[in-house]
């Protein structure tokens, strides 16, 4: 900041702050430190949308910068609902651990049912295994499968990371949330902002009836057109998943091997083991 005074019938007081010229009544008598140092304003800012706005935009920094460096990596959506007891659990963890086997990073919501599964599988057989929580109104932990964990306040936030750090979906069966990250992934793709990305659903008993239901009901109605309903494949068998995801991918042979941070030569998995993120 400059500032010019007046003398006798000289220019009028000026001054100068940043590209801002102010003169005569508008300049101000402190300097931006000074009023950033030296007031105590009411917090009542911080609930503000401007200031959202900035707490969303550092989501996705923080995001972004952890998972940027991730190996070729696959999201596992599934219910939270899931008992360690039942045989979805088991089909959960037998998938992380053919997704780790294939050379995949395993992303999940890092909450417990079959995300736990499915980052427990992929942890025990040696992969990297990645959770992207998300903070809800009653206490919530990483499941203790994870190795890189992130934990979001904003939904849309973390839905991005799903996307956009996997080559591929898996949907087990699940409740309101599975449906929900099912039905984005079409969207995505049927509009064209996801290119060559598998979707598949796991688990014939359970989503048959969905799929005969938007075969008779939703393209009976011409609300999809024919080739939609081939956006999604769906199958029992781990292996087939698999390789649905290696071809549907376009790989040849499987991906460079994601590892979990003990032997792991990735930078992400890394930083996991020392307990950082990259910057
Ligand atoms: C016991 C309970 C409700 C825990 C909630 N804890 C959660 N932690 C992390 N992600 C979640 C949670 N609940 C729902 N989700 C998201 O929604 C999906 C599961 O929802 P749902 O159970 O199918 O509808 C998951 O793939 C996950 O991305």
Same mark, same amino acid.
């Given at each position: ?61 923080? =995001? !972004? %910068?952890? &998972?940027?460096? $991730?190996?070729? @990596?696959? +999201? ?5 609902? #899931?008992? *360690? ?89 699940? =409740? !309101? %949330?599975? &449906?929900?990250? $099912?039905?984005? @992934?079409? +969207? ?5 902002? #996801?290119? *060559? ?83």
């Amino acid at each position: 900041m400059s500032r010019r005074t007046r003398r006798g019938g000289g220019p009028p007081p000026e001054q100068r702050r940043g590209p801002v010229t102010a003169r005569r009544g508008q300049v101000e008598h402190s300097t931006t430190d000074q009023r950033l140092l030296d007031t105590r304003s009411p917090a009542s800012f911080v609930h503000s949308d401007p200031w959202r706005v900035l707490r969303i935009q550092s989501e996705f920094v923080e =995001g !972004f %910068g952890l &998972l940027a460096d $991730l190996p070729p @990596a696959v +999201t596992v959506f599934g219910s939270a609902r #899931v008992g *360690r007891d039942e045989p979805e659990y088991e089909l959960g963890r037998r998938l992380g651990a053919a997704l780790a086997d294939a050379g995949y990073a395993v992303i999940t919501g890092g909450g417990p049912g079959t995300m736990e599964a499915v980052n427990r599988g992929a942890q025990e057989a040696g992969g990297l295994s990645v959770g992207l929580g998300i903070e809800l109104p009653f206490e919530q932990d990483l499941n203790d499968w994870v190795d890189l964990g992130v934990s979001f306040r904003y939904f849309f936030v973390r839905k991005t990371m799903f996307v956009k750090y996997a080559e591929a979906f898996v949907i087990m069966p699940g =409740g !309101f %949330g599975t &449906l929900d990250e $099912l039905f984005e @992934a079409l +969207t995505l793709l049927q509009t064209g902002k #996801v290119t *060559r990305f598998p979707v598949v659903l796991m688990g014939t008993a359970y989503w048959s009836g969905l799929l005969e239901w938007l075969r008779s009901t939703v393209l009976g109605s011409a609300r999809i057109k024919p080739g939609d309903l081939d956006l999604v494949t769906m199958t029992d068998d781990v292996d087939e998943a698999v390789r649905l995801i290696l071809e549907g991918t376009g790989r040849a042979g499987p991906p460079a091997a994601a590892t979990s941070g003990d032997e792991t030569t990735s930078e992400v998995g890394g930083a996991a083991a020392a307990g950082g993120a990259p910057s």
